[in-house]
C-alpha cells in the first residue's frame, strides 16, 4: 500500500470542477477466468488498446495506462499511447492508479483523477464523460456511475452491487447513501446497478488509499464503503446502460461483436 497521505481538506471544501484531470487505466494480467486479458485480441488489437482509445475519445484530458507488468507498457506503448509500469502487488486499482499518478505527476499538477477499468473496450465516450461530470459540484468528493435495473434476476443477484442514492425526481445525479450486494432499498422504485468508474479529486485519492480497511468494506467486500465509511462524499450520474465488462472468453466474443458492428456502421 502507499504510505500514508497528509489529511485531505474536509469534505465540502472542494474547490469546484477540476480544471486539470487525468485518466488513468488500471491493467494487470492476472485473470482468474480470462488469463492475460488485457492483451487478448480483439479486431487485430489488444483490448487495453481499446480502451485507450475510448478513454482518450472522452477527450477529459490525458489518458495514461497503470500496468503491473511490461508487456502490457509495450503493447501500449506500441499504439501510441502512454504507459506507466507500477507495482504488481497492489490490492486494489485504487491504489495502482495512485502509484501511476504519483510517479507521472509528483507536483501534483492533475487535480481529478478519472479511473476507467481495463476491461471495458466498448464503452461509450459519453460514459467516461459521464463519471467525471458529478465533480462539478464542490460538495462532491468521488464520482461514480449508476444504471437502473431492469432485469428481474438483477434484483436479488448479490454479484449485482446496488447503489442506494438519493435521487430527486427526474434528475439524473444523486448522493450515494451506500452500497451492497443486497436487495436495496425496500419499497417502490428503481434499483440501480453500480458501475465501477471513479472520477477522484486528487485530495481525495490521497486520503482514499491512505484509509485502512472498514467494517463494511471488509463484510459486503466493497471498497467504496471505505469512503462513506470515513465521511466521503461519493456522487453517481446515472447512464442508460451498464457497459460490457469482459471477465470470460464469452464475454471476448461479445465485445469482439460489437466493436465490429460499431466498425461496420
Request: contains cysteine.
Amino acid at each position: 500500500m502507499p504510505t500514508a497521505a497528509p489529511a485531505a481538506r474536509p469534505t465540502g471544501q472542494s474547490s469546484g470542477r477540476p480544471a486539470n484531470p487525468i485518466v488513468v487505466i488500471p491493467a494487470r494480467m492476472a485473470s482468474v477466468r480470462l488469463p492475460g486479458k488485457p492483451l487478448a485480441d480483439i479486431l487485430g488489437a489488444p483490448m487495453i488498446v481499446h480502451v485507450l482509445r475510448r478513454a482518450m475519445e472522452a477527450e477529459i484530458g490525458p489518458v495514461v495506462v497503470a500496468c503491473a507488468e511490461p508487456e502490457i507498457a509495450r503493447a501500449v506503448e506500441s499504439a501510441g499511447g502512454t504507459a506507466v509500469l507500477t507495482r504488481p502487488d497492489h490490492p486494489s486499482g485504487s491504489d495502482r492508479i495512485f502509484e501511476a499518478v504519483q510517479l507521472i505527476d509528483p507536483e501534483g499538477r492533475h487535480d481529478a483523477v478519472v479511473n476507467v477499468q481495463g476491461d471495458l473496450p466498448t464503452i461509450e465516450p459519453e460514459t467516461v464523460r459521464a463519471a467525471f461530470a458529478p465533480l462539478a459540484d464542490p460538495e462532491v468528493d468521488i464520482a461514480t456511475l449508476v444504471a437502473e435495473i431492469t432485469r428481474e434476476e438483477e434484483r436479488t443477484n448479490p454479484n449485482v452491487v446496488k447503489a442506494v442514492l438519493e435521487l430527486p425526481m427526474g434528475s439524473r445525479q444523486g448522493r450515494a447513501l451506500y452500497f451492497t450486494r443486497a436487495t436495496a432499498p425496500t419499497g417502490d422504485g428503481p434499483l440501480y446497478h453500480h458501475i465501477g468508474l471513479y472520477a477522484y479529486r486528487r485530495a481525495a485519492l490521497e486520503r482514499f488509499v491512505s484509509l485502512p480497511p472498514s467494517v463494511l468494506e471488509q463484510r459486503e467486500r466493497l471498497e467504496q464503503l471505505r469512503a462513506l465509511s470515513n465521511g466521503m462524499r461519493i456522487d453517481a450520474a446515472v447512464v442508460d446502460a451498464v457497459p460490457l465488462g469482459v471477465d470470460t472468453p464469452a464475454d471476448l466474443e461479445r465485445a469482439c461483436a460489437l466493436l465490429s458492428r460499431r466498425q461496420a456502421g
